[in-house]
């Protein structure tokens, strides 16, 4: 009989078993990994209900989801926050439906206004969409130059242009180079940065999953810098920064192209750029590399609300705040940001 179980922070036995399902099943994704529970709770103390099926003493499903509340942007139980890919991983239909109206029994009883199943691909038919973003990747060669020549020929230029500037990649132990570039960044574009403690934890908990890729100019300068997941035969790049010199010399793009050409020297095969929103700066930037983007389906259950929530920097209501954020001293942004965006998720 298929029963429905939660993962407890403290099940090291029962999160070994996740995380050999999650290897496995093609559905899943690295944001489908057991670890993500316990940053959750050490970093924002948001609650989890970490669910999987089970038959047999064999897992046949996972559903990680946390609960994300506040007074600014609403009530949510959510798979998973800060993740681009979340939902139901199984390897069967009656596994996914059951850990799904299982959610949606906890959602209820939190008195969550709506649950949010962020998929890759399409579920349910019948269910509220959120489609404003898309999944790039690109087959990542065994060739370096192989590799450069599948860049579209003007972002070509621009990778040439860093390594002409005497650039070069570093692999960093720590954050801290990293999230001093990555809190500059984002406090120029007016939104809060997330805590050190959020980088630092996901490097503790993921190993040498989890990797920080620095470049620095040709007198040891950070200029940009990305935290990037291994995850199978894949690179995902979901966290990055650079200073405002980054861009005259072409350090960003310099950047991927060097997380591109050491991945394949260890033998992966894909380049996960992760979600973009359309219509984005970012969007464009990837589309530039040559990636294919394919559709994101974020579906919901809405219970307290009539529309699909829009916590994104786009919204028209959150404008005035991202001004005011950017007149903001960084210090201070730093100190206030994590307050903020543990509840964006």
């Known amino acids: 009989m298929l029963s429905i179980k939660q993962l407890t922070v403290c099940d090291n036995a029962a999160a070994a078993r996740w995380d050999a399902f999650v290897l496995g099943c093609p559905q899943a994704t690295f944001f489908h990994r057991a670890g993500w529970q316990r940053v959750l709770h050490q970093v924002f103390g948001h609650p989890t209900h970490f669910l999987y099926a089970e038959r047999d003493g064999c897992i046949e499903g996972v559903l990680p989801l946390a609960q994300v509340k506040s007074l600014l942007f609403g009530h949510a139980l959510v798979s998973l926050p800060f993740a681009d890919y979340g939902g139901v991983a199984a390897s069967n239909t009656a596994a996914a439906d059951a850990l799904e109206l299982e959610a949606q029994k906890i959602a209820r009883s939190l008195g969550a206004g709506h649950l949010e199943l962020r998929n890759v691909d399409r579920r349910h038919q019948d269910w509220p969409l959120q489609d404003l973003y898309v999944r790039l990747r690109k ?32 692999i960093d132990l720590g954050v801290d180079r990293f999230f001093a570039l990555f809190a500059d960044n984002v406090h120029r ?23 920080v890729l620095t470049v620095v100019s040709a007198d040891g300068h950070p200029l940009s810098s990305v935290l990037s997941f291994y995850f199978r035969d894949q690179v995902l790049p979901h966290h990055a920064g650079d200073d405002l010199a980054a861009r005259h010399l072409a350090a960003n793009d310099f950047k991927y192209w ?43 259950c809405l219970y307290k609300r009539d529309t699909v929530p829009q916590n994104n920097p786009g919204n028209v209501k959150y404008k005035l705040m991202i001004e005011a954020w950017r007149r903001l001293p960084l210090g201070l942004a730093n100190w206030l940001g994590p307050f903020i965006v543990r509840n964006l998720g």
């Open 139 to 170: 087959p990542i060669l065994s060739d370096d130059e192989a590799n450069m020549l599948a860049i579209p020929r003007k972002q070509r230029a621009m990778v040439r242009k860093g390594i002409k500037h005497g650039l070069r990649s570093e």
């Open 258 to 300: 060097e997380l591109m050409r050491r991945a394949a020297a260890r033998g992966l095969t894909g380049f996960d750029f992760g979600r973009s929103k359309q219509g984005s700066g970012p969007h464009a930037f990837k589309m530039n590399w040559g990636f294919e983007p394919t559709p994101l389906h974020y579906e919901y």
């Open 189 to 211: 574009h007016g939104t809060p940065a997330m805590p050190k403690r959020w980088f630092q934890a996901l490097r503790d908990e993921f190993g040498a999953d989890c990797e």
